[in-house]
């Protein structure tokens, strides 16, 4: 059954540093993964999709990368902003039960000004 | 284009009570599906479709019943309320099921008493 982790579970730091989120998974046999991210009481927006045969997608000053064989996603964020403060979701659609995303629990970002 | 459009908002129901999440898609999406958001579970797959006329269960259907006459429109039926059921419900749609990016909702927040 895949399992998808994402620490820490919460983070917070100065406006202006470089972050790194990470996102593990237990079954490397997967499709793609999706980053997302969830303000509180809003649906989820999708930041980045990553194919399985892609190793990093770009949008702006996101930079997702991923590591299949080693079963680990990371979502680097460039010069943080205030507005950057949310919840940040990854999801994985596996090979094995492809009709769904299996997400993990979150990291919860807040950038002080 | 509205993207994924999902009513109401909020809702509040008393046990036994029956209704309807409505879902509408204009990006004329094969695929849709529904989830729950629940603090400590986080997202799960209720229910699915590939396209008009096909649905199938996803991890939690217990309680719920789909239909998808349109490609648009993809409503959730609550039969019988249950205070199990207060969730946050999260409507999605992708081009394809599998390699497609998955494009979520803003959510129906339920309560049920």
């Known amino acids: 059954k895949q399992e998808v982790t994402q620490i820490p579970a919460a983070l917070s730091v100065p406006e202006g540093e470089n972050l790194v989120l990470n996102c593990s998974f237990t079954d490397s046999a997967i499709y793609n993964l999706q980053w997302f991210r969830q303000d509180p009481g809003k649906g989820l927006t999708s930041l980045l999709l990553?194919?399985?045969?892609?190793r990093e997608q770009t949008s702006g000053r996101l930079n997702a990368s991923l590591d299949k064989s080693s079963g680990r996603s990371t979502l680097y964020i460039a010069a943080s902003q205030p507005g950057d403060s949310a919840t940040y979701l990854c999801a994985v659609r596996g090979i094995q039960g492809a009709q769904k995303l299996v997400f993990g629990q979150g990291t919860r970002l807040t950038i002080n000004p | 284009n509205a993207g994924v459009t999902q009513t109401p908002k909020f809702q509040v129901l008393k046990t036994g009570q029956s209704m309807t999440l409505q879902c509408a898609q204009d990006?004329?999406?094969?695929?849709m599906s529904w989830y729950r958001q629940d603090p400590g579970m986080g997202l799960r797959l209720i229910h699915y479709s590939v396209g008009a006329g096909i649905t199938d269960q996803g991890e939690v259907p217990n309680g719920y019943n789909v239909s998808r006459s349109t490609t648009e429109d993809f409503p959730l039926r609550l039969l019988s309320a249950a205070p199990s059921q207060t969730s946050v419900y999260f409507c999605?749609?992708?081009?394809?099921?599998?390699?497609?990016?998955?494009?979520f909702g803003p959510g129906t927040r339920l309560t049920v008493t």
């Open positions: 999605a749609s992708s081009a394809s099921g599998t390699g497609s990016e998955q494009y």
């Open positions: 990006m004329n999406h094969e695929y």
């Open positions: 990553i194919q399985s045969s892609q």
